[in-house]
Nanobody
Framework: QPQFVESGGGLAQPGGSLRLSCSASGFALNFYDVGWFRQVPGKEHEGVSCISSSGEGKKYVDSVEGRFMISRDNVKNIIYLQMDDLKPEDTAVYYC????????????????????WGQGTQVTVSS
């Protein structure tokens, strides 16, 4: 069964930066569009950003546009999320997941495949 492993979270001050990484087992991640999602307690998962399998297509929700950058290394099969100028409202558990198609409407609606969520990585932004 496909499994996702997210890492790189931690505590950052407002205005700080973190870089998240996403890897997977059970399939070759480089063949798929992949999205980053986040969840705060009591709420549904929220789409953040997605990247096409080639890495050429990248989409961001409005709240992170200009601050976050998604990328991928298809040799290492890793997806990255560089998060700069972090804000307290970015505090959440971050997850990655396969998407059928990386699109702005898809990431805004948090559309993803049927794979189970990984454990996620906690990002806390606080002074």
């Amino acid at each position: 069964q496909p499994q996702f492993v997210e890492s790189g979270g931690g505590l950052a001050q407002p205005g700080g930066s973190l870089r998240l990484s996403c890897s997977a087992s059970g399939f070759a991640l480089n063949f798929y569009d992949v999205g980053w999602f986040r969840q705060v307690p009591g709420k549904e998962h929220e789409g953040v950003s997605c990247i096409s399998s080639s890495g050429e297509g990248k989409k961001y929700v409005d709240s992170v546009e200009g601050r976050f950058m998604i990328s991928r290394d298809n040799v290492k099969n890793i997806i990255y999320l560089q998060m700069d100028d972090l804000k307290p409202e970015d505090t959440a558990v971050y997850y990655c997941a396969r998407m059928g198609l990386c699109s702005l409407s898809g990431i805004r609606r948090s559309v993803r495949g049927s794979d189970p969520w990984g454990q996620g990585t906690q990002v806390t932004v606080s002074s």
